[in-house]
């Protein structure tokens, strides 16, 4: 993403202790506001000193990164803003003790799905290990007694990012498929 519109800046990883990571990778996602979604836009390695270089545009695009190494997910961080306060601009990742998240891994891609019924949202957050670019589609059907009717379809074509889908508030209570799963969702009356 290295522009004329963007800063360099020096990140820096750290584990739960503190220990800076050599040989990481560090996948920066940016969000999109008229995509509604973050997308997968650079990957850069950490050195022996568990630093490496990112291209950010400052102050008021929102980043967040996802740090790998050897195909395993050490640390997802909060959405940030890139602000240089000094000179070299930085940013300080650091993985807590405990990520909260709720994450699973098939076959190279870690992945995780909700559904929140209260503003009717299905979201499927997705990343590749190896930063590879593939089509990804969250497709929610309906299933009753006539047939399956596709309710909401959303793709993307990234290494990483976030697809959501929504149910319409004429809905109620009935089966909805969505990534790979089948659920019955209870809709707040």
């Known amino acids: 993403m290295a522009s004329a519109e963007s800063t360099s800046f020096l990140i820096n990883y750290q584990d739960a202790n503190y220990l800076y990571i050599a040989d990481a990778v560090v996948d920066i996602w940016r969000y999109y506001v008229g995509e509604s979604q973050f997308v997968s836009v650079e990957h850069a390695k950490t050195d022996s000193g568990g630093q490496t270089r990112a ?3 400052t102050e008021d695009i929102i980043y967040k990164a996802l740090v790998w190494k050897n195909g395993t997910l050490l640390y997802t961080s909060p ?3 890139a602000l240089c306060q000094a000179s070299p601009c930085q940013i300080n990742l650091r993985e807590s ?3 909260g998240e709720d ?5 190279g ?3 995780s799905y909700d559904v929140n019924t209260t503003s009717r949202k299905a979201v499927f957050l997705y990343s590749s290990s190896d930063g590879t670019t593939s089509n990804w589609n969250l497709t929610i059907t309906r299933a009753d007694a006539y047939g399956n009717e596709t309710i ?6 990234s290494s990483g990012g976030i697809l959501i889908g929504s149910f319409p508030p004429t809905l109620s209570n009935q089966s909805y498929f969505y990534p790979k799963l089948r659920v019955q969702e209870k809709w707040p009356s």
Do not use: G, N, P, R
């Not at 994450?103 to 076959?107: A, G, M, P």
């Not at 909401?152 to 074509?157: E, L, T, W």
């Open 109 to 111: 891609i870690t992945y």
């Open 79 to 81: 959405e940030f803003l």
């Open 152 to 157: 909401d379809s959303v793709q993307a074509i």
């Open 103 to 107: 994450l699973s891994i098939f076959k």
């Open 55 to 57: 291209h950010l545009t």
């Open 97 to 99: 003790q405990t990520t």
